[in-house]
């Protein structure tokens, strides 16, 4: 049987890919230098778009923060496939940078960037699904999101 594609496994699992709402910065979503992507950092948003917000320890609990790390993980998906028309570039996380909208005493920034974490090793495996990685807490982010997670993946 043939290995299944990151976006047939996608489907299977039931994820659906958000619409990215209007950037209103002044960047790029995705660059690729040589065999590298780097994926701009990605807020927590809902499938229509919509900013998931609130801090955690405050406002939000660790499965919440967990289901907006994934809604960032799978926006960032949706970028790389804007970028390249599919998902199939990708040949393994390199490294995340989870940045977690969390109250000053809050400590579980790791559970909650395990959302985007977990969601990649699904899509492409123990080996190249889980790169390196940062898990760290912000006073603020911006339009108090959640979460906000930036990637970098080796590509074909």
Same mark, same amino acid.
């Given at each position: 049987?043939?290995? $299944?594609?990151?976006?047939?496994?996608?489907?299977?699992?039931?994820?659906?890919?958000?619409?990215?709402?209007?950037?209103?910065?002044?960047?790029? /979503?995705?660059?690729?230098? !040589?065999?590298?992507?780097?994926?701009?950092?990605?807020?927590?948003?809902?499938?229509?778009?919509?900013?998931?917000?609130?801090?955690?320890?405050?406002?939000?609990?660790?499965?919440?923060?967990?289901?907006?790390?994934?809604?960032?993980?799978?926006?960032?998906?949706?970028?790389? $496939?804007?970028?390249?028309?599919?998902? =199939?570039?990708?040949? /393994?996380?390199?490294?995340?940078? !989870?940045?977690?909208?969390?109250?000053?005493?809050? =400590? $579980?920034?790791?559970?909650?960037?395990?959302?985007?974490?977990?969601?990649?090793?699904?899509?492409?495996?123990?080996?190249?699904?889980?790169?390196?990685?940062?898990?760290? !807490?912000?006073?603020?982010?911006?339009?108090?999101?959640?979460?906000?997670?930036?990637?970098?993946?080796?590509?074909?």
């Amino acid at each position: 049987m043939p290995n $299944k594609s990151v976006e047939e496994k996608l489907k299977e699992l039931g994820y659906v890919l958000p619409t990215l709402p209007v950037s209103k910065g002044i960047y790029k /979503r995705c660059l690729v230098d !040589g065999n590298h992507l780097y994926v701009s950092g990605h807020i927590s948003v809902n499938a229509d778009g919509s900013s998931i917000t609130g801090k955690l320890g405050k406002d939000l609990n660790e499965e919440q923060g967990k289901a907006a790390a994934k809604q960032c993980g799978l926006a960032i998906l949706s970028s790389i $496939k804007d970028h390249f028309g599919s998902l =199939e570039k990708v040949k /393994r996380v390199m490294k995340l940078l !989870g940045m977690v909208n969390a109250t000053p005493d809050y =400590e $579980k920034h790791p559970i909650v960037i395990n959302g985007c974490s977990e969601l990649f090793v699904e899509l492409w495996g123990d080996d190249n699904g889980k790169g390196v990685r940062s898990a760290v !807490g912000m006073g603020s982010l911006p339009g108090n999101v959640a979460v906000e997670i930036e990637a970098m993946f080796e590509i074909y």
